[in-house]
């Protein structure tokens, strides 16, 4: 059984960075194309940014050349680094883990909450 639990969330102003973390246990996390999604409040959930085994990344517009999606096989770990926060990015943020088919492999974590205001 697949396990994600994001963290790293919190409170940023405008313009301000954060890093989140995804820690996967069960499976083989190198295998696993990882993805971020966000979901604000009345929206749907959107993916944000995916990262494949061979380490292929992909962005939605909206957050290209500002997030930077990255794994750590060593540590099961994905990450996704935010910089030049915008309020229209508080959601709260999930991670994913897929195989290369498109299978989900875990049901969706607690997620992880950013708020961007000043």
């Known amino acids: 059984q697949v396990q994600l639990v994001e963290s790293g969330g919190g409170l940023v102003q405008p313009g301000g960075s954060l890093r989140l973390s995804c820690a996967v246990s069960g499976g083989d996390f190198s295998r696993m194309v990882m993805g971020w999604y966000r979901q604000a409040p009345g929206n749907q959930r959107e993916l944000v940014a995916s990262?494949?085994?061979?380490?292929?990344?992909n962005y939605e517009d909206s957050v290209r050349g500002r997030f930077t999606i990255s794994r750590d096989n060593a540590k099961n770990t994905v990450y996704l680094q935010m910089n030049s926060l915008k309020p229209e990015d508080t959601a709260v943020f999930y991670c994913?883990?897929?195989?290369?088919?498109?299978?989900?492999?875990?049901?969706w974590g607690q997620g992880t909450q950013v708020t961007v205001s000043s």
């Open positions: 990262i494949t085994p061979g380490e292929t990344r």
């Open positions: 994913d883990a897929k195989t290369v088919f498109g299978v989900a492999l875990a049901d």
